[in-house]
């Protein structure tokens, strides 16, 4: 059971440069999550999605886009790199039930120089 | 707007103590609350979490406690082991979409 799978571990980019931070999860969870972590730094909410097609921001969304065509898949864009996006992004997702653990994946480390 | 603040931010023990990590937050109009452990370099784990209708919640070691009313959770942990040396995390989710509010964390040291 692979669980939740961040796509890739790490990756440096030039400022102006765009990418696409995959996340997919084999566990039929309806929730998704994006948040990133600076470091010293807890966790900020950056979007989540409820369930295919239905995606919203969260506390800091500026210089990000995703996507939720399937319930399996939920990638972040980054369009225009800046060297404040430098942090550890992680996916997480959840049952759309009572409970609502979150389930994370191991994180992008991301450097943007 | 939800802020949590966890105190100690750092905590360093010898081998076999209890310890309790603290959680505090300013809205008490909360969903659950959950406690997380991160290693280095590593993604969370989820400890524990508590519903706001339930006081605590026990797995082995670890106890969790809430008090809504005061805006206060606590992590004790009994016995500590070198292996529960990490950073723990606590989130407050106010609403059943999961969306959380992270603390900062404590990074606790267990010395053999």
């Known amino acids: 059971n692979a669980g939740v799978t961040q796509t890739p571990k790490f990756r440096i980019l030039k400022i102006g440069q765009s990418m696409t931070l995959q996340c997919t999860q084999d566990?039929?969870?309806?929730?998704m999550y994006w948040y990133r972590q600076d470091p010293g730094m807890g966790l900020k909410l950056i979007y989540y999605?409820?369930?295919?097609?239905?995606?919203d921001k969260g506390e800091v969304p500026n210089g990000y886009n995703v996507s939720r065509s399937t319930t399996e898949d939920f990638p972040l864009r980054l369009e225009l790199a800046a060297p404040s996006q430098t942090s550890v992004y992680f996916c997480?997702?959840?049952?759309?039930?009572?409970?609502?653990?979150?389930?994370f994946g191991a994180g992008t480390r991301l450097s943007v120089l | 707007k939800q802020e949590v603040t966890q105190i100690p931010a750092a905590l360093s023990v010898p081998e076999g103590e209890n310890l309790v990590l603290n959680c505090s937050f300013t809205?008490?109009?909360?969903?659950?609350l959950q406690w997380f452990r991160q290693d280095p370099g590593k993604g969370l784990t989820s400890l524990l979490l508590?519903?706001?209708?339930?006081r605590e919640q026990t797995s082995g070691r670890l106890n969790a406690s809430l008090d809504k009313s005061s805006g206060r959770s606590t992590l004790y942990i009994a016995a500590s082991q070198p292996g529960d040396s990490a950073t723990y995390l606590c989130?407050?989710?106010?609403?059943?979409?999961?969306?959380?509010?992270f603390g900062d964390g404590t990074t606790l040291t267990v010395k053999p």
């Open positions: 989130a407050v989710s106010n609403t059943n979409a999961g969306k959380s509010t």
């Open positions: 508590i519903q706001s209708s339930q």
């Open positions: 997480a997702s959840s049952y759309r039930r009572e409970e609502n653990i979150q389930y």
């Open positions: 809205d008490s109009a909360i969903y659950n």
């Open positions: 999605s409820v369930g295919a097609g239905i995606t």
């Open positions: 566990m039929n969870h309806n929730y």
